[in-house]
């Protein structure tokens, strides 16, 4: 079952630290960063993810400004304190630091 797209209004509206992530299944940059991430998020279970299956007609990713994949959003309390496009990720996990 597809988990629904969160509209922009439900992600301003998060508490505490969340994590976006924007991109798509056929993409091999995110299909090569996808495993490496989900590792990385057992080491901070207090951060909600979000997983936005990005792409043409999808309003959400242009209303982040998305132009990469994976292109990773950073929200505290439905606030963005960072955005990072095809990150290295010891650089998300130096930002996940910072968030929680």
């Known amino acids: 079952m597809t988990q629904a797209e969160p509209t922009f ?3 301003e ?5 969340t994590l976006v992530v924007f991109g798509a299944e056929w993409c091999p940059i995110c299909q ?3 495993p490496q991430l989900s ?8 951060v909600k993810y ?3 299956e990005d792409g043409k007609g999808r309003t959400l990713g ?6 990469l994949w994976p ?7 439905g606030k963005q304190v960072a955005q990072m496009a095809r990150p ?8 996940l630091d910072r968030l929680v």
Do not use: M, W
């Open 9 to 11: 209004e439900e992600l």
């Open 13 to 17: 509206n998060t508490s505490g630290p």
């Open 32 to 34: 090569a960063f996808y």
């Open 39 to 46: 590792k990385l998020l057992e080491q901070f279970p207090q």
């Open 50 to 52: 979000v997983h936005v």
């Open 62 to 67: 242009r209303q982040f400004k998305v132009k």
């Open 71 to 77: 292109n990773l959003v950073f929200l505290k309390d």
């Open 88 to 95: 290295n990720i010891n650089d998300v996990e130096e930002e």
